[in-house]
């Protein structure tokens, strides 16, 4: 990977995520860079790092979630992007969720479901881990609901999505969003500044 391929390292649970996923189209078109989507199951990294999810260690912690809404606000206002609507059925299991964004890639529609499952879970926030609520959803989205969450009990994809998460926890992850360039890891929507900065000085 060049210094100029940024890395996100994703799962769909994650607001956060789905905030950075909207920030990074206007930063690829002012860098010229192009993001890497790593699809990723949040709670194996939580599991394989004793880390445990904003909800439950914000909660009961004075000022400290008044404050993470504050900056979720700066970020929105930095980046132009739309507020998500909390989800809700949050937390939602996003484990076939995840899976079937490793189907989509073989199936050469990875872009298209990434949309649309970001879509799903945080726009038009719906019960994704429900089964039927999740192929409804993703057919409505131009997608082969059925077919890609039937994919993603293979034992291939399953594979290859502990491989990412065994990969992330690897380089050093411990949460969603979390971003390489290079060797070096940036976690939180907010670095996407930083990266923003490093990667439009890189071919300088």
């Known amino acids: 990977m060049t210094r100029t391929s940024p890395q996100f390292l994703f799962d769909f649970g994650s607001p956060n995520a789905f905030l950075s996923h909207e920030a990074i189209p206007a930063i690829e078109a002012r860098t010229g860079a192009k993001f890497e989507y790593l699809p990723v199951l949040l709670g194996g990294i939580f599991k394989a790092t004793n880390n445990r999810s904003p909800a439950e260690t914000l909660a009961g912690v004075k000022n400290k979630r008044e404050f993470h809404a504050i900056e979720t606000e700066r970020f929105i206002k930095r980046f132009k992007v739309k507020p998500f609507v909390m989800n809700p059925f949050f937390p939602v299991?996003?484990?076939?969720?995840?899976?079937?964004?490793?189907?989509?890639?073989?199936?050469?529609?990875?872009?298209?479901y990434v949309e649309a499952a970001f879509h799903h879970m945080w726009v038009e926030p719906k019960k994704m881990d429900d089964p039927e609520v999740a192929i409804a959803a993703l057919n409505a989205s131009g997608l082969d609901g059925a077919k890609l969450l039937t994919r993603a009990q293979e034992p291939e994809v399953k594979a290859r999505l502990v491989a990412n998460t065994q990969y992330a926890v690897e380089r050093g992850a411990f949460?969603?969003?979390?971003?390489?360039?290079?060797?070096?890891?940036?976690?939180?929507?907010?670095?996407?500044?930083?990266?923003?900065?490093?990667?439009?000085?890189?071919?300088?």
């Open 93 to 112: 299991n996003t484990l076939n969720l995840m899976r079937a964004a490793i189907a989509a890639q073989l199936e050469g529609v990875f872009e298209r």
């Open 175 to 204: 949460g969603s969003p979390t971003f390489y360039v290079g060797d070096e890891m940036f976690y939180g929507k907010e670095q996407l500044r930083e990266i923003e900065e490093l990667i439009s000085g890189a071919g300088r």
